[in-house]
């Protein structure tokens, strides 16, 4: 673990606590991270898509694990502020191996990690929910074998994947919401949700900051926050 690692760790989960909606700038290399840390971002999240792009790769968990804990770790290095590190679906197929690319990623300084519900791979559907509660388990407990703080973002894809209607899509993600949480995330995201009816409906059933991404007809930082949206991503 980095030296300084639990004080950025107190203070990136700090953030998703202010009365304004955090913006968590997406980066994808040192250069990138500098940029964004002079523009006054309190945050950063390492963008998968951006850092496999960067190196040739394609998204979707197609760079090697090696490449991409190091990429963190670099830009870890070249910054002051936390850094979130993007894990997909956690490069591995199953939970204990989820937990150890995770740590990894801790180990390489990031103080929160993003894992997603969607298999690699583009299968169009979710990973089985008590898969996936196991799975943040273990990455919480990899995590306290070491000491380390970690703020566990819990992505789940109805609508990022477009699966079933409206309505089932909101139960399907408040209740896969409440069963990460219940596991150990600290904080749900919800990419593709942006109508803000629907948003309003999320936000008042999970208990805990709710996250979405910035695509067009997002709403803006005013509305997310009587939406009680309490951190927005750019993604790739």
């Given at each position: 673990m980095k030296s300084g690692h639990n004080e950025r760790a107190r203070r990136f989960n700090e953030l998703h606590r202010t009365t304004d909606p955090f913006v968590i700038g997406s980066v994808w290399d040192p250069a990138s991270a500098v940029v964004f840390e002079r523009a006054g971002f309190a945050a950063l999240g390492t963008s998968s898509a951006g850092v496999a792009y960067s190196q040739g790769f394609p998204d979707g968990q197609v760079i090697p694990l090696d490449a991409m804990i190091e990429a963190i770790g670099r830009i870890v290095d070249s910054v002051r502020i936390p850094v979130?590190?993007?894990?997909?679906?956690?490069?591995?197929?199953?939970?204990?191996?989820?937990?150890?690319?995770?740590?990894?990623?801790?180990?390489?300084?990031?103080?929160?990690?993003?894992?997603?519900?969607?298999?690699?791979?583009?299968?169009?559907?979710?990973?089985?929910?008590d898969y996936q509660c196991e799975a943040i388990r273990r990455?919480?407990?990899?995590?306290?074998?070491?000491?380390?703080?970690?703020?566990?973002?819990?992505?789940?894809?109805?609508?990022?994947?477009?699966?079933?209607?409206?309505?089932?899509?909101?139960?399907?993600?408040?209740?896969?919401?409440?069963?990460?949480?219940?596991?150990?995330?600290?904080?749900?995201?919800?990419?593709?949700?942006?109508?803000?009816?629907?948003?309003?409906a999320l936000t008042s059933a999970i208990n805990a900051p709710?996250?979405?991404?910035?695509?067009?007809?997002?709403?803006?930082?005013?509305?997310?926050?009587?939406?009680?949206?309490?951190?927005?991503?750019?993604?790739?």
């Open positions: 979130s590190a993007d894990m997909e679906a956690g490069f591995g197929t199953t939970p204990e191996a989820i937990a150890a690319a995770c740590l990894r990623a801790i180990e390489a300084g990031a103080v929160g990690v993003n894992i997603e519900d969607a298999p690699a791979g583009g299968s169009g559907s979710l990973v089985d929910v990455i919480r407990q990899a995590a306290q074998s070491i000491g380390a703080g970690l703020f566990i973002n819990a992505r789940t894809d109805a609508f990022w994947l477009g699966l079933w209607d409206e309505p089932e899509r909101i139960a399907q993600s408040i209740a896969r919401a409440r069963a990460y949480l219940e596991a150990g995330a600290d904080g749900i995201f919800i990419p593709g949700a942006l109508d803000p009816i629907t948003v309003r709710v996250n979405i991404l910035a695509m067009p007809g997002c709403p803006d930082i005013g509305h997310l926050r009587k939406l009680g949206v309490w951190r927005l991503s750019q993604g790739s």
